[in-house]
């Protein structure tokens, strides 16, 4: 269990390194090519190094501590519902081609500079700031049985998760200043326990201006 928890903690490390602000700054300076293939070459890469690691913890022998069955299953069907709504209505905000590297890449084919998207607080951002995060916790834990290995695994991720949320969260207030701070205040960052709040950022005003 030891060298699986060194190996999900190693994943997790590198894929954050990866992502930070020196790395981000540097391959924006670079521009071109690197540009281009920075993002779709991250995903690639996350998702290659993620298979071996998958592959082993499931070849290991696990003893199961929780299954969802019975009135359990009504948890389990909430949670996963809640993570379903805030990948979709998640989706609806974010831009899925420049998530994925594909905007970067096709500027880059086409000459075009690297797009920079305003921030907005419209759908589901209005009720959470990080609705895929606070999704994505909900699903790693409404997913299959809970075995030794699986609890290890998800609380590492968890707290994973949670991290990035705090980093994402430092470099959003670096990059977007006080309209950021006054959103940050105003809707929750993980549980949507305020219900929609009706905030419009400078972007929204200067569109309905």
């Known amino acids: 269990?030891?060298?699986?928890?060194?190996?999900?903690?190693?994943?997790?490390i590198l894929h954050s390194l990866l992502i930070t602000s020196t790395?981000?700054?540097?391959?924006?300076?670079?521009?071109?090519?690197?540009l281009g293939l920075y993002r779709p070459g991250y995903?690639?890469?996350?998702?290659?190094?993620?298979?071996?690691?998958?592959y082993y913890q499931y070849t290991l022998p696990q003893r199961l501590l929780f299954s969802w069955h019975g009135y359990r299953r009504l948890l389990q069907f909430f949670l996963l519902s809640y993570a379903v709504i805030l990948f979709w209505y998640g989706k609806k905000n974010y831009d899925m081609a420049f998530f994925l590297g594909l905007s970067q890449w096709r500027d880059y084919r086409t000459g075009k500079p690297t797009r920079q998207f305003p921030f907005r607080c419209s759908g589901v951002l209005q009720y959470v700031r990080h609705p895929w995060y606070s999704g994505g916790?909900?699903?790693?834990?409404?997913?299959g049985p809970i075995t030794d290995a699986g609890l290890l695994v998800k609380s590492i991720l968890t707290v994973?998760?949670?991290?990035?949320?705090?980093?994402?969260e430092r470099k959003?207030?670096?990059?977007?200043?006080t309209e950021y701070e006054h959103y940050c205040s105003q809707v929750p960052m993980l549980v949507p326990?305020?219900?929609?709040?009706?905030?419009?950022?400078?972007?929204?005003?200067h569109e309905q201006g």
């Open 193 to 205: 326990w305020r219900g929609k709040v009706a905030l419009q950022t400078g972007a929204e005003k």
């Open 43 to 54: 995903i690639l890469f996350s998702i290659l190094t993620l298979i071996p690691i998958l």
């Open 172 to 177: 959003l207030r670096h990059e977007l200043g």
């Open 23 to 34: 790395v981000n700054s540097w391959f924006k300076k670079k521009g071109g090519l690197y």
């Open 1 to 12: 269990m030891l060298f699986l928890a060194l190996l999900w903690i190693s994943w997790c």
């Open 137 to 143: 916790i909900a699903l790693l834990w409404a997913l």
């Open 160 to 168: 994973y998760l949670i991290i990035g949320t705090l980093l994402e």
